[in-house]
């Protein structure tokens, strides 16, 4: 694979990732319910890229991306799925290709799709604490409420024993309890977690704010207070790193190829290293001309922040199509350098349609 392909492919997972995260965030916080779901987004994003990489891998075709030599146009990531799928009719034994499909149907936002992949490997791995892990994420995910009980909440329960430092297994679990009420359980368990993450990390915060949640409804404390206290948390980290305001405008020549519907997306990455998104937030091309501030807690993945770098570019995008990964004929703005410590706004302009 050339180092073109590797950075275009690891782009279009990084911006796929943010049409998943950022609406479980919102709908999380909008039901009330523990910040769970976001987490789970940020645990599969710690998998996708080498999940998507490894499937292109087996199935795509890297010869084609050989400009001296004429091939077919390489398959598409549903293409490879459906290649991959038939395959492991053929060979239902393969635990690896099972593994592989369910973390692609994942990347796909196909998470039942996805448990019906990881529950194939459970049947070939039945005690490994990763297969077991990642059914139970991939189940909270395919159901509505988003809840882990029953046989699921027991699964993680085998998992952690198993492995009693594995972080996801972990953080899951805890959620399990705090929906179930065991707020004192819950927030024994995300302890446990604690150590395991890198300190000063947005997952790091996340834990302690989930931590005095639900230390405080254990002690009887009132939801709404309780949500206060963990809020406080989170939002002393946040206000600690770096906050980009960003003024997008649309160039009016081009306002009769938008809809209000159009996605936009506003986002910052490194300007040299991972092509992932620092922090990314998504709109709707209605709300512009748009001001919006970019944090650490926008990022994809914990290493991965503001505050990881000196500079970033900020850029924004309207997606016509409403996918995240840039398309041919979206518009977009040129991208700005900046420093992650500035205070002045950041003004971009739309103005051009990708080729």
Avoid: C
């Amino acid at each position: 694979m050339t180092p073109v392909f590797l950075i275009a492919a690891a782009a279009m997972i990084a911006v796929a990732l943010a049409f998943v995260l950022l609406p479980l965030l919102r709908r999380g916080r909008a039901a009330g319910r523990a910040r769970g779901p976001f987490i789970l987004g940020l645990a599969l994003a710690l998998v996708l890229p080498a999940a998507t990489l490894g499937l292109y891998a087996l199935v795509g075709t890297p010869r084609a991306l050989d400009p001296a030599a004429y091939r077919p146009a390489p398959m598409n990531l549903d293409d490879a799925v459906a290649s991959l799928r038939a395959k492991l009719e053929q060979t239902p034994d393969d635990l690896q290709g099972w593994l592989l499909l369910g973390q692609a149907y994942a990347s796909m936002q196909r998470p039942a799709d996805a448990r019906d992949a990881f529950a194939h490997a459970l049947k070939l791995a039945p005690d490994n604490p990763d297969v077991m892990v990642a059914y139970a994420e991939t189940d909270s995910l395919a159901r509505p409420d988003h809840r882990i009980e029953g046989e699921t909440l027991a699964l993680l329960r085998r998992a952690v024993a198993a492995e009693p430092n594995h972080q996801r297994g972990l953080w899951l679990l805890g959620i399990g309890e705090f929906q179930a009420g065991r707020f004192a359980d819950a927030a024994a368990t995300w302890k446990r977690l604690q150590p395991l993450l890198p300190a000063g990390s947005k997952v790091a915060s996340a834990v302690a704010g989930q931590i005095a949640l639900a230390e405080a409804r254990a002690a009887g404390k009132p939801e709404a207070e309780a949500e206060r206290a963990a809020a406080r948390i989170t939002a002393a980290a946040a206000a600690a790193g770096p906050r980009l305001t960003v003024q997008v405008r649309l160039d009016p020549a081009l306002a009769s190829k938008v809809a209000p519907d159009d996605t936009l997306f506003v986002y910052a990455h490194a300007p040299s290293g991972p092509p992932m998104p620092l922090a990314v937030a998504r709109l709707r091309a209605a709300d512009l001309p748009a001001t919006v501030t970019l944090t650490d807690g926008m990022g994809m993945v914990p290493q991965l922040t503001l505050s990881s770098v000196p500079q970033v570019l900020v850029a924004a995008r309207i997606s016509k199509s409403g996918q995240a990964t840039p398309q041919a004929g979206d518009l977009e703005a040129e991208p700005a350098q900046v420093d992650v410590k500035t205070r002045t706004p950041v003004a971009l302009l739309i103005d051009r349609a990708r080729p």
